[in-house]
């Protein structure tokens, strides 16, 4: 995936650590006025949609649907929901997406007001998002990296020679019950952000300020099978950093000052992920089955195994009650014997797997092409004690962000409208302000993207016979927002 993803919330609390110039301890000060304490936190929530292009097409109505890799920022359950077309005991999945700072700039990326602008250089900038899920039978697990390091410059672009960085991880684990039709998830978001040097002189430290958190989450989703619906909920409670390493020493206020050309960086004291709580249903119309039944090769073999595992125990028996008193040559004849039938057994067994997996293919392949999939959602994020807004740090000035929770509703709507060749995707949703100041209001957002199917190809024997490619896209647009992403995949 290549999505331009207009980078994480929490990105941008590490882009431009600009501070204020006079130095004076204690609480933050009235809105507006300038920050001069270590006393705050950075919230690092966010109100749009920063994801694959299938949850952007959606609204990000993704938290009852849960499939593949996008899937694991909406619900921990999606490491071990199986798709149709996995006909394997094991299988995993695979995403990678690059955002460029330039598609911030110029938008109201916050809803903070204003649009958002980026002072520092960004021929330095990177943003990397990577993620991966494997599948073994019932269970599932996820690894989810983003990662993003930013030169700091002062307002008119000259470099402070400062890099920050800033990194998410988030491990999860998933099993279904019930014949697939209950998932259960759990897992782990973390955040941190790390101040550096961008080139330490000799004996300078590297690594001037490290703070990071974690915090736990867990989700649940409930898809009957042949069944056109699917209830899923995800519970996040709140990350809270705590510093790891400093080698800015307090001065006698407590407060964390780097100063660099005359300008005085304030450290916060901590970064959050506030908690967050979000309810989804999915429906599907249409001759496609939403929660078809998925078999596990391994199991639908068991009988086979058994039956194998029976002969080979026959076979040691009989060779043990054989072997006594028996000459050399009767002892090599019996042996060449159970390798012999040893390995008839373990080729009929692989036969039999390829033909199991082979009915698994045809199956999914024949399933009905035509529904049209409605999802929705409801998210709600919780308030932060004592914090700031991402552009408040950015600006050196207060703009107190999260004071009360605030809830984020989301409507999308999927349809295959050429069958087996074009799929079509529009959604709303609307985002609430974090803040309260500069005549921050709720907005109003639309989305549209679409899956164009492409062509065959087995990437040079790769893939599996017959696997077929795809083109995705989608939009999401609001008042002083826009923001797209690209992808390339292959076409279920």
């Known amino acids: 995936m290549l999505p331009r993803r207009l980078a994480a919330a929490g990105t941008l609390a590490a882009l431009a650590l600009l501070g204020g110039s006079v130095r004076a301890a204690g609480p933050l000060g009235p809105e507006g006025s300038p920050i001069t304490t270590s006393d705050y936190r950075i919230d690092l929530s966010r109100g ?70 980026l002072s520092a250089s960004q021929n330095d900038a990177l943003f990397v998002d990577l993620a991966a899920n494997l599948q073994f039978g019932r269970w599932g697990t996820g690894v989810s990296l983003h990662y993003t390091t930013f030169e700091v410059a002062e307002p008119g672009g000259q470099s402070l020679g400062l890099n920050a960085r800033f990194g998410g991880l988030r491990v999860q684990v998933a099993r279904s019950w019930l014949d697939g039709q209950f998932l259960l998830g759990l897992g782990s978001r973390g955040t941190g952000l790390v101040i550096a040097n961008k080139d330490p002189e000799p004996g300078e430290p590297g690594e001037l300020f490290h703070i990071e958190g974690a915090a736990a989450e867990i989700g649940a989703l409930f898809r009957p099978n042949d069944a056109p619906y699917r209830i899923g909920v995800a519970v996040r409670s709140a990350v809270i950093t705590n510093q790891l390493s400093s080698e800015v020493t307090p001065d006698a206020d407590g407060d964390r000052i780097i100063t660099r050309n005359g300008t005085d960086l304030y450290l916060p004291n901590e970064v959050t992920l506030p908690w967050n709580v979000d309810a989804g249903l999915a429906v599907q119309l249409g001759p496609r089955p939403l929660n078809p039944r998925w078999i596990d090769p391994h199991q639908a073999l068991r009988r086979l195994d058994r039956y194998l595992a029976w002969k080979a125990a026959e076979r040691r028996r009989r060779v043990r009650s054989e072997l006594t008193g028996a000459s050399p040559s009767r002892v090599a004849a019996l042996e060449a014997e159970q ?149 390339v995949g292959l076409w279920r």
């Open 48 to 117: 749009v949609v920063l994801a694959g292009t299938r949850v952007l097409g959606l609204a990000g109505a993704y938290v009852a649907i849960a499939e593949g890799v996008d899937g694991n920022s909406a619900n921990p359950v999606a490491p071990a929901m199986r798709s149709p077309h996995s006909h394997d005991h094991f299988d995993y999945d695979l995403g990678f997406g690059l955002t460029f700072p330039s598609a911030v700039s110029g938008t109201d990326l916050f809803n903070s007001g204003d649009r958002t602008s």
């Open 339 to 487: 390798t012999s039938d040893q390995a008839l057994d373990e080729l009929h067994r692989a036969r039999a797997e390829r033909a199991v997996q082979a009915e698994l293919r045809r199956r999914a392949k024949a399933l009905e092409r035509f529904y049209v999939l409605i999802a929705s959602s409801l998210e709600i994020t919780g308030p932060v004690r004592n914090s700031v807004g991402i552009e408040s740090f950015i600006e050196r000035r207060v703009q107190r962000s999260g004071r009360k929770a605030t809830y984020t509703p989301r409507l999308g709507i999927e349809t295959e409208m050429v069958p087996n060749w074009l799929r079509l995707r529009a959604g709303t949703y609307g985002e609430p302000t974090r803040f309260e100041s500069r005549g921050a209001k709720s907005r109003l957002h639309g989305t549209l993207g679409f899956d164009q199917k492409l062509f065959p190809w087995t990437v040079f024997g790769i893939f599996d016979d017959g696997a077929e490619w795809k083109l995705s896209a989608a939009l999401d647009g609001a008042r002083h927002y826009l923001g797209w992403g690209v992808s």
